[in-house]
């Protein structure tokens, strides 16, 4: 059957983008949908600050006047900056089981690569590390976080036949909680903070917000070296610290300071948005946001996001700083579980954190590269 493909040029063609997912995956019980008002958010060109550097372009592939899949193509001038690659990313990447949609819309974001002088391909991945990013090849029968893609299982074959191979993976981790380490976590924390005179930010919500810029400047400084990352300007801080700092629960978002007020160290959870997500099929209105509500204040799973410590203080045990209220925050909230999204599997650093809770490995992403032909090739 013959697959039509049309670029995105309207707002209307772009909730159709946003909204298409919901029809691939209905009732699929591992499926969670992205925010709708964050997806829009992110791919509008007047609303991602990204845009400021940073170019994209969309497509919807049609058979019979029905989408079949979806692709963005995205160029981030700073990947290759900082990394010398001269990549062109592929995202948001979704396609029924028929090799000729998925090879029509790759084909329109090699095309575009080419174009554009780039001498590969990859993903997926979006604007920046704190978009959601990765290809699931393992864990199809556990239930998605609001951090992480979904897909079926045919995605992998389906675009390693295009020429696309393994370029990093990254691993997901189910951690069983218990309290049973408490103790010494506790007395670890104690002896870090006295030894390098350092102390936990106690505040309220908007003092947080104050000093959020600052959990940016660790982001920066911590996840420098890890794949796939880029600076963030101010303005694109400020667009995550609207987006997301808002409806935190500060007993989730652990901050360490030392003896200036400076923040070296922070952590961000959060209960779980999974089932929240699914009830609400990514809309917060009229009616979505009970569903949230009811995640924050009665839930027994948790997402860990992001943990940050500023070079100085690495192998000083700080992490015992910012678990310990982590783990406070659990009990308190009835936490049983914690998904811990992606970690990269070269990240030894973060993995042996895991080493002292009863967990399991359930998910891999992977992101794929293809390297184009030169224009003289």
């Known amino acids: 059957m013959s697959v039509e493909i049309r670029e995105v040029r309207t707002i209307r063609d772009l909730k159709k983008f946003v909204r298409y997912p919901l029809t691939l995956y209905k009732d699929n019980p591992y499926y969670v949908p992205s925010l709708y008002a964050d997806e829009m958010n992110t791919l509008r060109v007047d609303k991602n600050p990204a845009f400021a550097d940073a170019k994209a372009r969309y497509w919807l592939a049609y058979q019979n006047g029905r989408i079949v899949g979806r692709v963005a193509a995205i160029h981030v001038p700073k990947h290759e900056h900082k990394w010398g690659d001269k990549y ?3 995202g948001w990447l979704d396609f029924i089981d028929d090799p000729e949609v998925v090879k029509a819309l790759i084909s329109r974001v090699e095309e575009w690569a080419i174009e554009l002088g780039m001498n590969g391909v990859h993903g997926p991945l979006g604007f920046t590390d704190l978009d959601r990013e990765g290809m699931l090849i393992e864990g199809f029968n556990d239930i998605s976080t609001l951090a992480t893609n979904y897909n079926y299982p045919y995605y992998q074959r389906r675009i390693e036949e295009l020429g696309y191979g393994k370029d990093i993976d990254w691993l997901e981790y189910e951690i069983f909680f218990s309290d049973e380490n408490m103790d010494k976590v506790e007395k670890a924390a104690e002896i870090v903070a ?3 005179h350092l102390r936990m930010f106690i505040g309220t919500k908007k003092e947080l917000l104050k000093i959020a810029p600052q959990i940016f400047d660790v982001i920066e400084e911590s996840y420098r070296h890890l794949y796939g990352t880029v600076p963030l300007s101010p303005e694109q801080v400020k667009s995550y610290i609207d987006s997301y700092f808002g409806f935190a629960n500060i007993d989730f978002i652990p901050v360490v300071l030392d003896e200036n007020d400076r923040v070296v160290a922070f952590g961000i959870t959060f209960p779980s948005f999974s089932k929240a997500l699914q009830k609400s099929r990514g809309n917060l209105f009229p009616f979505g946001f009970i569903h949230f509500l009811h995640a924050l204040k009665k839930n027994d799973r948790a997402d860990l996001y992001l943990i940050g410590i500023r070079d100085e203080y690495l192998g000083k045990g700080v992490n015992s700083m910012v678990m310990l209220p ?9 936490i049983k579980y914690v998904d811990t999204n992606l970690n990269l599997e070269n990240n030894d650093h973060v993995q ?3 080493k002292y809770f009863e967990h399991r490995q359930h998910k891999r992403m992977r992101c794929f590269v293809k390297h184009l032909p030169s224009r003289n090739g």
């Open 194 to 196: 006295r030894r390098n």
């Open 352 to 354: 042996n954190m895991w």
């Open 326 to 334: 982590i783990f406070k925050a659990f009990i308190k909230h009835g």
């Open 88 to 90: 062109l990313r592929f």
